[in-house]
């Protein structure tokens, strides 16, 4: 007879073999957070999460509530970011989160299935190349216009210990271009080119595991782990012809290769303490770790060849023998810590509705160093308070039973103004002073089922 | 309460509601894959390269200066006015000098010249003006030239020139008054014992209150400082170096650049930079060493100092072309914005030099087209 604990083992094994054969990515979970009530308090859930956001946030929160659920959220954040004193035309970051949470119970055995889905509403997903002597604000520029898609099981093998594990799936790409043909330098007419096109949009996974313990009542203890994720993108062109003078052919060969890592998020390792120090209020305080310090340089690595035979051309083409490529340059990033604190209030309470008010905060050091050479990554500080209220409607039998859920915050993020100042006086850039602030909102309808 | 008071919220209260949702929903709909551009580039290190403003963005057709038959030996700002230096060719015109290098002014083709300043500007194009400053004095030996202008804080203006025996001074209380000198004007002599030649085309910055001189002997760049700005000491560039040396000008950072034979006329500016940090940027014409021929090819290359005598070179030139930029002058233009940069070409030949004044920008995307005109 297989038991329970067996099958939990094996499920977890399972995931964590199928997490770690693919290399893992960045999410807008890391940006915005997921779900209402969680970015409300700050992101500090991790030991006691039991809606969507636990597909994020810890997936051992799965099995912890009391039935299914069903989240649907809006959120949305703007940023007022600026480079000596001009905007930098970072793009609002907002999207849909669905979710589902289903704890399940068959005989002893609870367990439990989640799926988190974020959907930006500007568009699925944004890659941008990195221009090195461009500055731009590289953790908010691309990084949260991704597609975010989560699967976690979880599972409660003794009533105060919940387990989970999931997977995330991001995105890189492939693409292709093929060019050949004539291309006849004084007559347009008549060059004759073809091309093909070919783009993979591959899937790539990265592992989460987390665990809740339930001390008591009142005090709960969570951590989790989140794998790294490297988004790469490749980009190979190639064109093979010939340049065309009158009736002589010149062949020509070129390839660029470039490769380059779009996104990437650290892994990270987070300790969650919530508690109810007196009645009707939730205090809980996470430290997450994350592992900056591996990231890889953004800066792709290029190889260009050009081949072409102008002896026979009855023109003079200046044509340089060496076409060079760029290299990558090393990130110097450093490991951060980031404390996460969250109050719940229950401000109101009878047998049909209960409304809670939230306060959440958050200290995200910058990992990025003063971008003082060729690079130009530009990053702050950031200092995060929201504001926010929840209303639980309860007696709504026979039509739900359970209670419906709405949520709502205002967010504001300080990103204190840091001065780049180059090791060259003549850097083709120069010195430059980057800040600013962020404004978020979000509101969010949750069912559940008891 | 609100009701009472509007009544026409109770009645429309279904449609205003109504209306916020469809307003929502098209505002949101509108940002839908709505592309967010670029930022724009950044440039505050003035070290380009710059652009040269095109025809339609400018008076005349790209130049600063429209002088006719007359010879043209360097400009530079100060406030709202250009000072240079001009003189009308002689008649009959004299053979020229076939020792000096092809782009090289001869002025004994020249009366003598003598230093302008016009104070109309219009799309980055100047009016002839008047004369400002003549030869006076013995050691001029008849001739005033090459000016470079400084601005004070207090709003009056230095005027330092070349001449035969050094560097001259003349100053105003304003930059449109009257120049004048104090003595002899004198304010640095040229020490032909160490210069290859007499000192030409000076320029001034006050860094951290001391007042840094650089002037050129036609192969290399002297500096020599000073409390008042009045009168210069020459200075030694290189303490480890025997005697009095110039300032040591960076090779080009890329091999395949050409070698320089000589670095002369630079221009000077003091500049902050956002974070605070104060340079002494000079832009120098560089001339290099002919590849083939007689090509004689120039381009200006921009450097900045903390001291103002250890510079380092920016990698790329601030301005290269075809026809030999030279006798760079450079002002802070839109502050934060732009900067331009004024350098002196060969357009009408060589034998005369007739010269014009060319007006290129830093950072390139700065935009001087003039707005359409309005659909009548």
């Known amino acids: 007879m297989v038991t329970p604990v067996r099958l939990a083992s094996v499920a977890l094994a399972l995931s964590l073999l199928l997490g770690l054969s693919g290399q893992a990515h960045a999410t807008p979970g890391d940006t915005l957070g997921i779900g209402t009530r969680n970015i409300n308090l700050g992101g500090a859930v991790t030991a006691d999460v039991e809606d969507v956001g636990g597909n994020y946030y810890n997936p051992a929160g799965i099995v912890r509530g009391p039935g299914l659920r069903l989240s649907l959220s809006y959120v949305s954040m703007n940023s007022a970011l600026e480079i000596n004193g001009n905007d930098s035309n970072v793009e609002r970051m907002s999207g849909i989160t669905l979710g589902i949470v289903a704890p399940l119970q068959i005989g002893s055995f609870r367990f439990g299935f989640g799926l988190g889905v974020h959907l930006p509403d500007q568009r699925l997903s944004r890659t941008r190349s990195t221009i090195q002597s461009r500055p731009r604000w590289e953790r908010y520029d691309t990084r949260p216009h991704k597609v975010f898609l989560s699967t976690n099981i979880a599972f409660r093998p003794i009533d105060w210990l919940l387990i989970g594990v999931g997977i995330t799936f991001q995105s890189p790409s492939d693409l292709q271009l093929v060019i050949d043909g004539d291309a006849d330098l004084f007559r347009v007419s008549s060059t004759r080119l073809r091309h093909q096109f070919e783009g993979d949009l591959t899937s790539t996974r990265y592992p989460q595991v987390g665990t809740q313990i339930i001390a008591s009542e009142n005090l709960s203890f969570g951590i989790s782990w989140r794998g790294a994720l490297n988004l790469r993108n490749r980009l190979a062109a190639t064109v093979d012809g010939n340049v065309v003078v009158g009736s002589v052919r010149a062949p020509l060969d070129f390839s660029l290769i470039s490769d380059s890592v779009s996104t990437y998020m650290p892994q990270q390792l987070t300790l969650g303490v919530a508690a109810h120090p007196v009645e009707r209020l939730r205090v809980s305080m996470d430290l997450t770790w994350m592992d900056w310090s591996k990231h890889p340089s953004l800066i792709p690595t290029e190889e260009i060849t050009l081949m072409i035979d102008l002896s026979q051309l009855p023109v003079m083409l200046d044509i340089p023998e060496e076409i060079g490529g760029r290299s990558p340059i090393p990130m110097n990033m450093r490991d951060t810590l980031v404390p996460r604190v969250g109050i719940e209030f229950d401000a109101f309470q009878n047998d049909s509705i209960l409304v809670q008010a939230r306060l959440g905060y958050v200290y995200e050091g910058t990992p990025f160093p003063i971008q003082r050479g060729a690079t130009n990554f530009v990053d702050s500080d950031r200092h995060t308070i929201s504001l926010g209220a929840g209303v639980r409607l309860s007696d709504l039998r026979p039509t739900l039973p359970g209670y419906l859920q709405l949520d709502a915050y205002f967010q504001y993020a300080y990103l204190p103004t840091r001065n780049h100042q180059k090791d060259s006086l003549v850097d083709p850039v120069g010195d430059y002073r980057a800040g600013g602030q962020q404004f978020g909102f979000g509101a969010s309808l949750e069912v559940v089922f008891e | ?298 381009i200006i290359a921009a450097l900045a100092s903390i001291d103002g005598v250890t510079f380092e070179r920016a990698r790329l030139p601030a301005q290269e072309a075809r026809d030999a930029p030279g006798q760079p002058t450079i002002r802070r233009f839109h502050e934060g914005v732009a900067e331009q940069l004024m350098y002196v070409t060969v357009t009408r030949g060589t034998d005369p030099q007739l010269r014009a004044l060319q007006v290129a920008v830093d950072p390139a995307r700065a935009n001087f087209e003039p707005a359409p005109e309005p659909m009548p």
Request: charged share 20%; proline share 8%; net charge negative.
């Open chain 2, 1 to 298: 309460m609100t009701h009472q008071a509007f009544p026409f919220l109770r009645r429309s209260g279904r449609s205003f509601r109504l209306a916020l949702v469809l307003t929502s929903l098209l505002v949101g709909c509108s940002a839908l894959g709505k592309e967010t551009p670029f930022p724009d580039p950044i440039s505050t290190s003035g070290v380009g390269p710059f652009r040269r403003l095109g025809t339609t963005e400018t008076r005349f057709r790209g130049l600063a200066l429209d002088l006719g038959q007359q010879g043209l030996d360097r400009a530079s700002w100060a406030g709202g006015s250009l000072f240079y230096a001009a003189a009308p060719v002689i008649a009959p015109l004299p053979a020229r000098d076939t020792t000096l290098p092809a782009r090289e002014l001869d002025p004994g083709q020249f009366d003598p010249f003598r230093i302008f300043r016009s104070d109309t500007e219009e799309r980055f194009g100047f009016d002839p003006g008047v004369v400002v400053l003549e030869a006076s004095e013995a050691w001029e030996g008849g001739f005033v030239t090459q000016p470079f202008a400084l601005e004070l804080e207090d709003g009056s203006v230095r005027v330092y020139y070349a001449a035969a025996g050094g560097i001259g001074l003349a100053s105003a209380p304003s930059v449109t008054g009257t120049l004048t000198r104090s003595g002899d004007g004198l304010a640095l002599a040229n020490d032909l014992g160490v210069m290859a030649g007499p000192l030409r085309s000076p320029a001034v910055a006050v860094l951290d209150g001391t007042y840094y001189l650089y002037a050129d002997d036609g192969t290399d760049i002297w500096v020599a400082t000073s409390v008042d700005g009045l009168t210069f000491t020459l200075l030694d560039a290189d303490d480890a170096a025997g005697g009095v040396n110039p300032l040591s000008i960076p090779d080009p950072i890329d091999d395949d650049e050409p070698l320089e034979r000589a670095h002369v006329s630079p221009a000077a500016l003091v500049a902050t930079s956002p974070t605070g940090r104060t340079t002494l940027r000079l832009y120098v014409e560089c001339q290099q060493v002919p590849e083939t021929g007689n090509e004689d090819q120039r």
